[in-house]
């Protein structure tokens, strides 16, 4: 990332204390104005926290549904944003091949077999069905394999191959790893740890097809009662120390669209004690509040301002724009000449950054046809008189003078009072 040091120290803070559990419940407004960064800030800390910590990612106008209410639609994004870390045994079977013999009937539609399969202690022959020669087949294991079983599922999974077998002149890729044999018993106890959400939990018990549900989409609302008895049980297996409540974090983008009634709801969501870290983005001044006639700075209530630790953004300084469009420019493949790069960069300081960055790609298809392989700032300034930026398209509006369709109407209309 480029820029804005104060806010990513201060989302640095926030991480840690995310980390370190001590954050559950608190709520963060990220103020600036528009293209200085916020969003990239919050997807940062998203792949800094991991694939274990839940990261949930709204724009405010998607509470505003027709198949929910805006609560239900609140209520699912906080605990989609809840992970719980269940811990159960399980019963394994791990050791390394010895051999494979699959017998096939006349037909081929029936496939049995044996494995025989060994630690450095015992050895033991299992008797192969259908389901098992598949997924064999499907491992590609052969003998010489460490493989692991699990005896409740049947997923079979090859943890490598035996150090024992490293001398064959076999075909070997690179990546191919060497393990050592097992020792003791092949059947053994092993904890497993699943991170699920709280509202795949929801999801899961409040539908007849099960998991199924999940991969539908259509998860509809879920009654309260239903959620107090998942919590119940959560608090009951936290107790019991089979499972551990990971808060993870929801991102509500431009959180000025809400209203006050979501508002309202936030409020009293973040006292809960099943809470995530609520993050939100606006990029408004003193704005007024939907749903009501009052304004408020960020277009929030103050109670909920009262509530949230507001870090700020600033726009960008010319050396960090230039070196957006450079590392931009390596995305898209694309060569800009230093004159080029200054008056892209000059450019990004009187319009907005996001602007100048689309400008990229289309110059450099300007550079292409004219087969060129370093984009020039003739090229840049071909796409300027192409494409207007937000200040020479209001210029344009004042020049119509009424040309346009609806201005038309409103004018017809002053005439006629």
Same mark, same amino acid.
């Given at each position: 990332m480029v820029g804005q040091a104060k806010a990513r120290k201060a989302a640095g803070l926030i991480l840690k204390m995310v980390q370190e559990g001590r954050m559950a419940g608190r709520a963060i407004l990220m103020a600036g104005p528009p293209s200085t960064g916020k969003t990239a800030i919050a997807m940062g800390m998203a792949q800094s926290l991991g694939s274990d910590v839940p990261f949930t990612m709204i724009a405010a106008s998607e509470v505003f549904s027709l198949s929910m209410s805006k609560t239900e639609a609140l209520t699912q994004a906080l605990r989609r944003s809840i992970g719980v870390r269940i811990k159960e045994e399980t019963e394994i079977i791990e050791g390394e091949v010895v051999e494979i013999q699959i017998d096939r009937s006349l037909t081929g539609a029936t496939k049995? @077999?044996?494995?025989?399969?060994?630690?450095?202690?015992?050895?033991?022959?299992?008797?192969?069905?259908?389901?098992?020669?598949?997924?064999?087949?499907?491992?590609?294991?052969?003998? @010489?394999?460490?493989?692991?079983?699990?005896?409740?599922?049947?997923?079979?999974?090859?943890?490598?191959?035996?150090?024992?077998?490293?001398?064959?002149?076999?075909?070997? @890729?690179?990546?191919?790893?060497?393990?050592?044999?097992?020792?003791?018993?092949?059947?053994?106890?092993? &904890?497993?740890?699943?991170?699920?959400?709280?509202?795949?939990?929801?999801?899961?018990?409040?539908?007849?097809?099960?998991?199924?549900?999940?991969?539908?989409?259509?998860?509809?609302?879920?009654?309260?009662?239903?959620?107090?008895?998942?919590?119940?049980?959560?608090?009951?297996?936290?107790?019991?120390?089979?499972?551990?409540?990971?808060?993870?974090?929801?991102?509500?983008?431009?959180?000025?669209?809400?209203?006050?009634?979501?508002?309202?709801?936030?409020?009293?969501?973040?006292?809960?004690?099943?809470?995530?870290?609520?993050?939100m983005a606006s990029n408004r001044g003193m704005a007024k509040i939907r749903g009501t006639k009052y304004k408020s700075p960020h277009g929030l209530p103050a109670d909920l301002l009262d509530r949230v630790l507001i870090v700020t953004?600033?726009?960008? &300084?010319?050396?960090?724009?230039?070196?957006?469009?450079?590392?931009?420019?390596? &995305?898209?493949?694309?060569?800009?000449?230093?004159?080029?790069?200054?008056?892209?960069?000059?450019?990004?300081?009187?319009?907005?950054?996001?602007?100048?960055?689309?400008?990229?790609?289309c110059a450099n298809l300007i550079a292409r046809r004219r087969k060129a392989d370093v984009v020039d700032k003739d090229d840049l300034r071909r796409c300027y008189m192409y494409f207007m930026d937000e200040k020479r398209s209001v210029q344009w509006l004042k020049e119509q003078q009424g040309n346009l369709m609806f201005e038309e109407a409103e004018d017809d209309n002053a005439m006629q009072m």
């Open positions: 049995t @077999g044996k494995l025989t399969i060994k630690t450095t202690d015992m050895e033991t022959v299992y008797d192969l069905g259908n389901k098992m020669v598949d997924a064999l087949s499907k491992e590609k294991v052969l003998a @010489g394999d460490v493989i692991s079983i699990d005896k409740a599922s049947g997923r079979i999974t090859k943890l490598g191959r035996s150090v024992a077998r490293s001398k064959d002149y076999d075909a070997m @890729g690179a990546d191919t790893k060497f393990v050592q044999c097992p020792e003791g018993e092949l059947q053994q106890r092993k &904890e497993v740890t699943h991170t699920v959400s709280l509202h795949e939990i929801d999801v899961i018990n409040s539908r007849t097809q099960g998991f199924l549900a999940l991969f539908a989409g259509d998860t509809g609302e879920i009654k309260p009662e239903l959620r107090d008895q998942i919590n119940t049980k959560v608090a009951e297996w936290r107790e019991e120390g089979k499972a551990t409540v990971v808060p993870g974090v929801l991102f509500i983008d431009e959180v000025h669209m809400l209203d006050i009634e979501c508002f309202s709801f936030l409020n009293r969501a973040l006292e809960n004690e099943l809470a995530p870290i609520v993050i953004t600033k726009p960008y &300084e010319p050396e960090d724009i230039e070196q957006i469009i450079k590392i931009r420019c390596d &995305e898209e493949d694309v060569k800009l000449s230093p004159e080029a790069l200054q008056v892209l960069t000059s450019m990004a300081a009187s319009t907005t950054l996001r602007y100048a960055l689309h400008l990229i790609s």
